[in-house]
């Protein structure tokens, strides 16, 4: 047993990593695996221990992903009563808030299908019996869910490559509070609107001018850190995702090179109908 228990402790790590791109859940990725230790003691003598693993925590990941589309968003509650712990967003942050946020937002099917075999690698011929399809299935799904992961490519590829370099400028200026920076990337005419719950009371939901919208931006500050680069409904964006759980997006419109407006939006019921993708 001891052997057996030095094996799976080699295997911990990738388990845990595997679970938790399936599930972005730190608690729930160590709980699969755990619950895998304990099926493992129960299996008797294993040959391919890997693969074996790998099938059986694919599988327990499945089943909670699968459990998650029955419960109302509501009704699932927030770790730690709303606040993320800090190792949440560390990990967060080290797999990427934008991939949590997609994943989180494909089928339980394709989202166990694009993490084993386009993250880690294993061969359709594997994937397609641990989801009980074929592996022409199996192959299928992880495109469908490729396809999503990536994006639609609507613009051009100089508006594109625009777009994106005002986005990562303002986030770099943003995060170290840099004034001067932020008045050299917004147009003199832009416009800032944000949702109401994203302002102090007595805030103002839409700012006008350079000025006043790089002061404004120092209410984003904090969250900044938090912040990633994304495609939101197809045009270079941020999505605020403190642990890879979207809480919020900022979409930009780019003139010249410049930004000549940005919205922070948080309401659930738009984020809901909000196209993400990886940049």
Request: charged share 25%; glycine share 8%.
């Amino acid at each position: 047993m001891d052997a057996l228990a030095s094996r799976f402790q080699e295997e911990r790590p990738r388990l845990h990593a595997l679970a938790y791109r399936m599930l972005g859940s730190a608690a729930e990725a160590e709980d699969a695996v755990q619950d895998a230790w304990l099926r493992l003691g129960r299996a008797g003598d294993v040959g391919n221990l890997g693969g074996w693993l790998t099938t059986v925590v694919s599988r327990l990941c499945l089943d909670v992903l699968r459990a998650r589309r029955e419960v109302p968003v509501e009704e699932i509650p927030d770790a730690a009563g709303g606040r993320e712990p800090e190792s949440e967003i560390v990990l967060a942050g080290e797999v990427g808030r934008a991939l949590l946020v997609v994943l989180d937002r494909l089928a339980p099917a394709e989202r166990v299908a694009f993490v084993l075999h386009d993250l880690f690698a294993v061969p359709f011929d594997a994937v397609g019996p641990i989801l009980d399809r074929t592996p022409a299935t199996a192959k299928k799904l992880a495109s469908r869910a490729r396809l999503r992961v990536r994006g639609p490519e609507t613009a051009a590829a100089g508006q594109a490559a625009a777009q994106r370099e005002a986005v990562v400028a303002f986030l770099a200026a943003a995060r170290g509070g840099d004034l001067a920076k932020l008045l050299t990337i917004l147009a003199p005419d832009v416009v800032r609107r944000a949702d109401p719950a994203t302002l102090p009371p007595g805030a103002v939901a839409v700012l006008r001018g350079a000025q006043a919208v790089a002061e404004g931006t120092k209410l984003f500050a904090g969250r900044a850190r938090l912040a990633e680069m994304a495609l939101v409904d197809g045009k270079a964006g941020l999505v605020l995702a403190p642990a890879g759980r979207l809480a919020g997006v900022l979409t930009f419109e780019v003139h010249d090179r410049r930004i000549a407006a940005y919205s922070v939006v948080v309401a659930p019921d738009v984020l809901a109908r909000t196209e993400i993708s990886l940049a």
